[in-house]
C-alpha cells in the first residue's frame, strides 16, 4: 500500500525559506512520476512542480524561480525547496504519486507566511 508522508511545514516570515519532505513507502519516488500541489482557504488545490519517473522536471509558470523539486532516491522522498515566501503561499501542501491507474496523496502540510 502506498503511504506519502509529509513535512517540514511551519510558520515563516516573508522572504524566509522552507523545504518540504515527501516520504514515500509502498513506492519509489524514482519509479513514479510525483508532484506538489497546495490548496489555500477558500480556493482550489493549485498545481505547484512534478518530476517523473525519468527526471524530467516542469513548473507552474507562477512557481518557477522560487520553487525547487528535487528527489532523493536512496531516502525514497521528494522535496520541494522554496524560497522568498510570500503571504500568498500560505496554504496546505501536499504531495502526490501517480502510480497508473491511480494517484496517491499525502495528508498535507501547513506552510503559513507572516507579514
Known amino acids: 500500500q502506498v503511504q506519502l508522508v509529509e513535512s517540514g511545514g511551519g510558520l515563516v516570515q516573508v522572504g524566509g525559506s522552507l523545504r518540504l519532505s515527501c516520504a514515500a513507502s509502498g513506492s519509489s519516488v524514482s519509479g513514479n512520476a510525483m508532484g506538489w500541489f497546495r490548496q489555500a482557504p477558500g480556493k482550489q488545490r493549485e498545481f505547484i512542480a512534478r518530476?517523473?519517473?525519468?527526471?524530467?522536471?516542469n513548473y507552474a509558470d507562477s512557481m518557477r524561480g522560487r520553487f525547487t523539486i528535487s528527489r532523493d532516491n536512496a531516502k525514497n522522498t521528494m522535496y520541494l525547496q522554496m524560497n522568498n515566501l510570500k503571504p500568498e503561499d500560505t496554504a496546505v501542501y501536499y504531495c502526490?504519486?501517480?502510480?497508473?491507474?491511480?494517484?496517491?496523496w499525502g495528508q498535507g502540510t501547513q506552510v503559513t507566511v507572516s507579514s
Open positions: 502526490k504519486l501517480e502510480k497508473w491507474p491511480r494517484a496517491y
Open positions: 518530476i517523473s519517473s525519468s527526471g524530467s522536471i
